[in-house]
């Protein structure tokens, strides 16, 4: 099995600039969740969805941030715009009924 | 309502000794118990995990965890540390009432490992 696949693994983008993050689950898992890990915070739940639709969003920070699930196999998160505060890495991960991680994505904002 | 305590945010130990890493959990369902690694720019892995069967659940990398209903605890063990030990410990309960439904995780520990 491939995993959970996460791209970009890095990207360095300008405040201001829209941010898209991509999440292929693992094939057959129902469940995807979004988290974003930073030093000062530790890890979060932004949200997750269960079938493709989202169960609880409480953990996505404010509206700049959205979480799309069109399929099974496809999930993304953007941010709109983008800002320095945003800087962390942000973590996709699907299950059935254990959670298994993607590698990240590294978000630098300037 | 679930809830996972780790009761120590760092631990330190020498090469070759004892690992112990302490969490307590509460759940209102019978829960599923996890534990997860995280090396140092790096996603999580995981360790191991229980799920109502064997108290005593063997992982990757010499762990194991011993589930004790009595003492709500899920504590992660390994006999002899080694330095590629060193990294960040996640427990992680789950009521598995609906898949893994809405885990919660544990602040983490630190372990660090002197030579």
């Known amino acids: 099995d491939a995993g959970v696949i996460q791209s970009p693994r890095h990207e360095v983008t300008e405040m201001g600039q829209e941010v898209t993050l991509r999440c292929k689950p693992i094939s057959g898992h129902n469940s995807l969740f979004w988290y974003r890990q930073t030093m000062m915070r530790g890890l979060e739940l932004l949200i997750y969805f269960n079938n493709n639709v989202p169960i609880d969003d409480s953990g996505m920070p404010e509206d700049r941030f959205s979480a799309k699930m069109p399929n099974a196999s496809f999930s993304t998160l953007k941010i709109q715009p983008s800002e320095p505060r945003d800087s962390a890495v942000y973590f996709c991960a699907s299950s059935s009924r254990t959670i298994y991680f993607g590698e990240g994505s590294w978000l630098t904002v300037v | 309502a679930q809830s996972v305590t780790q009761l120590d945010s760092h631990v330190s130990v020498s090469e070759g000794t004892p690992v112990l890493l302490r969490c307590n959990y509460s759940?209102?369902?019978?829960?599923?118990l996890f534990w997860y690694v995280q090396h140092p720019n790096k996603g999580l892995q995981l360790l191991l995990k229980y799920t109502s069967a064997a108290t005593l659940v063997k992982g990757i990398n010499g762990f194991e965890a011993e589930f004790k209903k009595s003492e709500t605890s899920f504590h992660l063990t390994k006999p002899s540390a080694h330095m590629s030990d060193a990294a960040e410990y996640f427990c992680?309960?789950?009521?598995?009432?609906?898949?893994?439904?809405?885990?919660?995780f544990g602040d983490g520990t630190t372990l660090t490992v002197k030579p």
């Open positions: 759940s209102s369902y019978s829960p599923s």
């Open positions: 992680v309960v789950s009521d598995g009432v609906t898949n893994a439904g809405k885990s919660t």
